[in-house]
């Protein structure tokens, strides 16, 4: 898929999980998960044992499943991930060398940041999206609606504290996608092979991404 492409899939689908766990294993079995139930995109962070390992094997299974490297910190790590076929990379936080190297690559990147400054300095180097982290401890949906206002221009992502109470405010507030962990791939699910149980949550979430999106006189 080209980065058009691989961004479009993005903002269209508007849920992006982040797996991390303990074993190869368990990030395989997480990522089918989600893939078997209406979401073909995964962020496998680097805490996550033999994390380039995984990505590369997911990347040769599917070529309609959007593979991604996340917590990435140095270029050099990101430039492996990329040759392992990751098609998309994201930050805890903002490493403008790592956004540099993933435009030059011509492959989608979303930064962290989380102050007004750190979102200028992300633009700036031409990102595809903004991913806003930890939305929770600084307001949640309502700080992304501050954000929107002197900012709207720029894609946000919202990360950190996204859970079924909260996504469709997020999305309302105005996040064109959600960063989502453990809400939606539980460590007990993945402990006892839960799949259905993944399953039903990926229902549930992408749900919400929808019904928020309609006009406001279409929602339930």
């Not at 991390?20 to 996550?48: K, N, Q, Y």
């Not at 007004?116 to 992300?122: F, S």
């Not at 504290?161 to 909260?166: C, M, S």
């Given at each position: 898929m080209t980065r058009e492409q691989v961004r479009s899939r993005i903002e269209e689908i508007g849920i992006v999980p982040a797996i991390?766990?303990?074993?190869?294993?368990?990030?395989?079995?997480?990522?089918?998960?989600?893939?078997?139930?209406?979401?073909?995109?995964?962020?496998?962070?680097?805490?996550?044992p033999g994390a380039i390992s995984v990505i590369s094997e997911l990347a040769s299974k599917n070529s309609g499943f959007i593979t991604g490297a996340g917590s990435l910190?140095?270029?050099?790590?990101?430039?492996?991930?990329?040759?392992?076929?990751?098609?998309?990379?994201t930050s805890t936080g903002l490493n403008i060398d790592i956004v540099r190297f993933a435009v030059g690559r011509n492959v989608v990147v979303f930064p962290g940041a989380l102050?007004?400054?750190?979102?200028?300095?992300?633009?700036?180097?031409?990102?595809?999206?903004?991913?806003?982290f930890p939305c929770s401890s600084v307001g949640g949906p309502a700080y992304i609606r501050a954000l929107r206002a002197p900012f709207p221009h720029i894609p946000l992502i919202a990360s950190g504290?996204?859970?079924?109470?909260?996504a469709a405010d997020f999305i309302l507030a105005g996040a064109t996608a959600l960063g989502i962990g453990g809400e939606l791939i539980p460590h007990e699910a993945i402990e006892r092979r839960q799949k259905h149980r993944i399953g039903e949550l990926a229902r549930r979430f992408l749900g919400i991404v929808k019904e928020s999106r309609l006009p406001a006189s279409d929602r339930n």
């Open positions: 991390r766990v303990s074993s190869p294993e368990d990030a395989l079995f997480a990522a089918d998960a989600v893939c078997a139930h209406g979401i073909p995109i995964v962020e496998v962070t680097m805490t996550v910190t140095r270029v050099e790590t990101a430039r492996r991930c990329i040759d392992a076929g990751a098609q998309f990379l102050t007004p400054t750190e979102l200028m300095a992300a633009w700036e180097a031409t990102p595809d999206f903004v991913k806003i504290g996204v859970n079924q109470q909260t």
